[in-house]
C-alpha cells in the first residue's frame, strides 16, 4: 500500500498561496485511491431563514489552510495514516430540492460504496438525509448524534418534505436509522410546541442541551454518548448553530446560548473511539461570518472528524 | 374625497422611532383607499449566485425612515397629493417558484385591479414576471424600462423556467409586453454568448449600457427614453445591480462599472411625464450591505418611483 | 376571558415576511387588553461613549423573528397563556433627557396602572429609573436584580444627573428600591476608585461578579439570587453589556471577561418563581453589532422575562 | 520668523507608527505660534438619526496618517510655508448642548483671535455656528459656502435651537453672515415641504444641487461660487454627506446621489484664491464607516482647506 | 491545434461550486499549451502601510466566479479564441524581497518564454519590476502604462530598493523600459515634495490624473494614451487604488478622488488595438474589502485585460 | 517622591475626546521618571499567515479610553501608586526583521536599563525576543508565562530565524530564559508533528491547553503556575489568539477552542504576587477585529499587567 499523499508543504509555499483544498489536501485525482473524502455540497435551497450556506464549503476551506498535519488533541497524525482528500464539490441543482437530493444520494453513495468515508462540508441541513442513506445502504442502521441547536425533526414547511428542519424526522420515516442510539447535541431554544419534544422522544431521540453541556461538562456528557452509541456504525452531524452566536455568526438560524467551540471540539475528540462511517459540518453562511471565526471552527470540527475516521480506519 | 393620511409626524416621532413602514406611511389597513401602494415580497428562491433577497422589503423600509414628504427634484409631495400606504408583505411560499409566482399573481391582480398602482420591494428579479402579468390585465400590453446591469431574458436555468434571469423572456413569451417600446438601462458584464444579445434583440429590447449613460449623460438619456415610451402605459423595473457594487454592495450578482445612485435617480426623474403604471426595486440583499447604503439607494429609488406615479395620478 | 392572540403563523408567512413587531406578536390596538407588553425606548441621549442605542428596539425586534412560541427552558407556551403584545415604541425627545424621563415616567405608568407589565427594549440605561418609578407607584418599593458589567449608581456626570451611568443611585435616593434586595449581577471591569464600591454598597447593593459566575455556577447563584429577592416585587434590568463583548459586541461601554449568553439566559431562567414586575433589556447599539448577535441575545432575554412574567401571571 | 515644525519623518518613522495627530503634525505646545491649527471636536449631542460623530476626529486623525506634505492639486507644501499644528480636541459638555457652544464659542474665538485660523474635524454640524461666531468677532460677516446634502437652515427640533440641521438659520438671525455671499453645495434629497426653499432663499442662500455638479462640472460650478464670494471672508462647511453614501458611508444622515470625493475636491481647489478665513468638515460618524473611507476623505478635504489657508496666508 | 477549453459550465455547475480558479477556467496542468496565463503573487511584503495583499489572489478569484465568458464591450469570446489558463499562485518567500524577487522573475519568464502571456493577480505592486524584466527579456524595451493614484517611481524605503513604491524607478534605471511610452493614469494624493513629480518627469513619464479623466472624458484620455503608446510591447500595470476608496476599498494606501470603475474599464477597453504583452492588478487587500467589491472590479480589471490580449494574440 | 501623574481627568475630558495614550495616561515627556511604561511596537513583518498587527497599538490605546484607576479584581489603583506612562511607538524598520530586533532590543533595553518596566503592545510576536533579551540583561534568566494558541518554538520559517512562530526557541538557544519555568498556557490546534511537542518539551516548556483551562478552572491552574515560577523574575507574554476566535477575531492565525477573555484575566490576576519585570500583549490585527472586541480585550490584559507590575514596584 502506497504512502498517503499529504497536504502542500508549508515550507516550500505559504499556507496563504496556492489553491483552498481542504487543509491544503490533494485533490481526488490526483490520488489512486482514497480512505476519507472531504466534499462540498453548496446547496441552500432548503433553509427556512437566512439563506447562504451555498458558500460554506469554499469558505470553511479557505479557513483550513490553517489546519496542520498532527492532530495533538487525538495524537493522530491523520493525513499520513491514511489517504484522506478534497473529493470536491457535488453540484447540485439550486431549484429543485427532491433533484438535489436525489443527485446527492448518488454521488455521495459512489463515494461510500468505494469505501471512502465522507465529511461533508455544508451546504443547509437538508444534506443530511442523503447522506444518512449513503451511509445506510453501506453499513446498515445508522447511529447519529446531532450537534445542533435546532431538532430537525419538524415534519413539512410549506409543504416541503425536504428541508434544514426536517432531515431526521425523514430518516426515522425511512427506517435508516438505528433508534437506540440517537441523540441531539447542544439543543436549545424556542420550539413551536410541547409537541415538538415529545415527537422527537418518540423517534428514539435523546436530546443534550446546550445547558446540561455547561452544567455537567464535556467529559461526562462524551462517557455518556459513548455508551448509547457502543460500536453501532455512527454518523455525526454538526450543524454550526449548535455554537453560540459569538462563535458562529456566519449561520442561518442562530440561537443565544449554545456551545463554545472549545466544548463542542472536546466532545468530537470525546467520540475518538466510536466507530464513525461519515460526518457532515453544515449551516455556514459566509456572508454573515465575521473575520472567518465561523469558518475557522467548522474547519476544526472537520479536522477533529476525519482524525477521528483516521484513528478507526481498518480497525 | 379625503385629505390623504400622511406619514409620522417627526416633529412628535423622531425618525429612529415607531414602527419601519415604508416612508413611515400609513398601514393599509390605516385607510379607506390607497391610490398607490409600496408593497414587500419577501422571496429569493429565484437567485442564481448570492441569496438573501428576502430580507430586501425590511431592510428598504428601514433606511426610508429618513424620507421626507416633499420632493424637490420633482417638486412633489407625493404623500400630500395622493394617498399613498405601505401594502406590507406579500408572503409567498420560499420551496415552491412556481406557487410563489402565482400567489404573488394573484396578490398584485388585487391591488391593480382595486386601481392602487404598485411600487413593489423585492425580493429578487423572479417577482417582475407576475407583477407584469397583473399590470397586462388592467393596462394591456406594457412598455418597459429596466434598469439592471443584466439583461434578465435568459431562457431557463437547470432547466427552471422562472428565475432571476428569465422574467423578461416569459413576458415577452406571454405577451404581456409592448414590444415597440422595451429598453434595458445601464447593461454592462460578460454575457454567456453573442447569442444573448441577439435573442434580446430579436424580443425588442434596446440596450442603454452604463458606458452609454456616461458618455452621453443623462438628459440626452432620458429625452430618448421618454421618445421610445411615449404615452404607452409604463413599468418601470430597477434591478438595484444596475448601479455599480461602490453603491449598491448589498446585491446578489454584482458587475464592475455600473451607474452612479444619482445617474440612476436623475434617470427617473427623467420619466415624471410617463405614464407610469406600475414599479419595482429588485435584488436587494442587505446581508452584502453597508451602513445601508444600498438600501438608502433603493428607498430613494421607490420615492423618486412613487413621486412618478403620484404627478401622473388621474392624468 | 379571550383566548390571547399569538404571534403571526410562521407555517403560513415566512419568518422573514411581514412587520417585524416583538416575535411577531400582534400590536397592542389589534387586542382588547395586554398582561404583558413589550415595548420600546428609542433613546440614548444619556451615554457616556458609543451612542447608538437609540436604533436598539428596532434591531431586536428584527432579530425577535427568529422567536417561537414554546420556551422549553421554562416549560412555557407565554403567548398562549397569557395576552403578549409589541406596545410600540414610547417616542421620547432627543434633546433633553429631563423631558424624555417625564415622558416615560408617564407613558409607562398608563401602561402600569392598567395592570400590563412591561419588558422594555432600550435605548440606554437612563430609562431604568422612570420605569423603575412606574413600578414602585403601582407595587412599592421594588427589589432589583441588575444584569450589568457595570454599577451604574454613579452621582453625576458633567453635571447631569440622569445618565445611563446613574438611574440607580437615583432610585435608591428617591426611595423607590427596597434596599434589602438589591443586586448587581455580572459586573466586572475597572472603576474610578474604591469609594465606587464603598457607596454602592452603603446603597444597599449586593456585588455578584462575573468571575464568581465563572467559579460558582448559575445554580448557586440563582439560588443565592432567588433567597435574597424573596416574594418581593422584583424589577430584572439587564445591560446587555452584561454578556462578554464576543456575546454582545453591539452595545457602548464594552469590558472583556464577561458572562455567556448561556449563563445570563440560566440565570434568568432561574428566577422563574420570582414575583416579577417588570424588566428591561437595555444598551444594544446595533451599529456595532454583527450579525445580529447582540439583538438575537437580547431578544432571547426578553423573551425569558417574558415567559418568566407569564408563568407569574395571576399568582 | 521661525521655519515651521513639519510632520514626523516617514522615512524614519512609519506612517502606521506614532501618535495619530492631524497628518502626523506637531501638537500645538510643541510649537511657539501656529498659523493654522486642525481641532477636533468630538460632540454629536446636536444630531436627528444616527449619532456616533464624537468619534469623528479621532477617524479623521486616523486616516490622515496618510497624508504628505505636498499638495499637487495646488502646487503648494503647505506645512512648509506656514506653520501648521494639531490643535487637539475642544473638549465639551456631551450632556447639554447650550453649554458646548458657549465652550466651543470661547474656545475657538481664542484660537482665532491669536491669528490661528480653525479648520475644525466635527463632531456634528451644530459645531458650525459657534466657529462662524469666532470667526465673525476677527473678520465682520462671514461669505458661507456649505456642502451638505442637507440645507441646515431647519428652525428648531423637539424645540431644541441648536442641532446639527438648524446651525446656519440661527447665524443668519444672529446677523453674522454675509447675505450677499451664501450658497449650497451638493444640495439633495426630500424637504419637509416647498417652505424649506422659500425660507433658505429667503435668508439668502443659493443652491446649487448635486445633479448641477454632474450636469455642469465642476470647473462652471466652482467660477460661479468665486463670482458670488469674491473676496469676501470666507467660511467653508464641509458636512461630509455631501459625498455620495458610496463615497462617505460613515454618516449620520445619507442620501443618495451625492458628490464624488473627486468632484467635492475638485471644487475645494477651485477655491484656491478665496479669502479663507476658517472651514470645518463634519459629521464623519466611524461607526458606520468601512475601511476608513469615509475618514480618508474627510482627511482630504481638511488637507485641501489647509492647503488653500495657507496659500492664502499674509495675502 | 486543438479548440481551446474553457471554463466550467455554469448550466451544469453552478457558479457558486467547484474550485475557484480565475473565471472558472482550466488548471495550466489540465491543457497541453497555454496563450494567457492568470497567475497569482500571494506576496506583500513590499507595503509600506496596510499589508493584506497576500490574500489578492484567492479573492479576485473568488469574486472570478461571476464572470463570463463573452465580452460584449470589446465583441469577443476571449476564453474561445485562445487557450486561457489558470496558472495558479508563483508562491515566494515571503521574508525577503530580494529572493522572492528573483523567484518571480524565473517563474514569470518561464511562462514568458514558452509564449504564454501573463495577466498577474497580485499580491502587492513591487512585483511589476520582474514581472517588466521578464517582458523585456523576450520583447526588448517595454511601453507601460501605469494606472494607479500613485506614481511608484520613490527611491527607497527605510534604506529597501524593492518596495511597493519604487518598482518603476528600478525599471527606468535598469533600462527595461521604452522611456517614449511611460504615462501614470489616475494620479491624485499628496507627495513627498514637487521633486517626486521632477523626477517621474525625468525617467519620462506622463502623468494623466483622475481630474484629467473627469474632466476630458475617457475617450479623450484613451486616444491619448493609445498616441503615445502606438505599436511598441505595451505592459499595462494597475494599481486597483487608482480607483476610488468607493470602488475599492480593499486596498492598502487609499486616496480620495480616484476614478471609477466605470471609467477605468472604459479606458482599458480603449487599448484594444495595442500591442499587449502583459498585464497585472496589484494592490487587492481583501482584510478591507466589503462584500467583495474591490475583488470584483479586480476581476473584471483581470477580465478585461486578458480579452485585449486575446484579441491581439498572433497579430 | 511625586505624586505620580494620573490619567486624563474623564469628569473634565470626555472618554471619548483628546488623545489616545494607553488609559489616557502622560506621554513619557510629561513625567520626570516612570516606573511602568506601556510602549508600543507597530511592527508585523515576521507574520506567517494574516499581517496586520502594526496596527496593534494605535487599535490597543483607542480601546483603552475606557478603562478607569482603579481595579477591582486586584483591588490596586495601579496610576496612583507609581507613576506608569504611555512611552509612546517604538519605531522600527518594516523590510529588515533584523535590524527591527535591534532596534528594539536597545530602545527597550533603555527603558528596563533605567528602572522602568515595560508592558509592551505588540505588533507580531517576533518582538518577544528582543524584550526578553533586555529584561535578561537586567534581571538575569528569566521564567516565562507564555499565553498563546500555539508554542512559537518552531525553528525557522523560509530560513529566516526571526519570525512570530520562533522567539521562544531563540530565547531558549541564547540562555535567556530560566528552563525550570517555562509554560505555555491555553496551547490548542494542530502542529506540523509530534515532534514540535518533543523540542518544546526538551527546551524545559510545560504546556497547559486550553482544554486544561475548562476541566481544572482558573484558580488550579493559577496555583499551579504560581508554584512552577515562584519568585524568579518572570516576563508574560500574552499571545492574543490565546483567546477563542470569538473573543479576539482581529487577530493573524486564529484557532477554534481558545480561552475566553474572563478565564484569561482571572489567570493573570491569579499572578499578582509573581515578582512579573515586562510583559507583553501581541498579535493584535484590527483589520479582523469588529467593534474593537479584540482591541478591548487586549486593553484589559495590558491593564491587568500593569495592575500586578504596580503591586509587586519596588518588593
Redesign the interface.
Known sequence: MSTPIGPTD????????????FARLPRIDQVERADIAVV?V?F???V?????A??G??AIR?AS?????????L?V?PFADVQVVDG??I?V?????GEAVETLDEASSEFVQAGTRLVTLGGDHTIALPLLRSAYRKYGPIALLHFDAHLDTWDT????PY?HGTPFRRAVEEGILDTEALCHVGT???????K??EDDRRFGFGIVT??DV??K???EIADALRRRIGDRPLYVSVDIDVL????A??TG??????L????L??LLRGLSTCNLVGADVVEVAP???????TA??A???A?DLVSVLALNHGG
Request: aromatic share 10%; hydrophobic share 25%; net charge negative.
Open positions: 508549508s515550507s516550500l509555499v505559504p499556507r496563504f498561496a496556492g489553491p483552498a483544498t462540498g453548496p441552500d435551497s432548503g427556512s431563514y437566512r439563506p447562504g451555498r458558500f464549503p469554499s479557505e489552510r490553517l489546519l496542520r498535519p498532527y492532530n495533538p488533541g495524537d497524525s470536491g464539490d453540484a441543482n439550486p431549484f429543485s430540492i414547511y410549506f409543504g416541503e428541508t436549545r431554544g424556542p420550539l413551536y410546541g410541547k415538538d419534544l446546550s445547558a455547561m452544567r461538562g464535556v467529559d453560540d452566536p459569538a462563535h455568526p456566519g438560524t442562530p440561537e443565544a446560548g449554545g463554545t467551540s472549545r466544548e471540539l472536546e456572508a454573515y461570518d465575521h473575520a472567518q471565526i475557522t471552527a474547519s476544526h470540527v479536522y
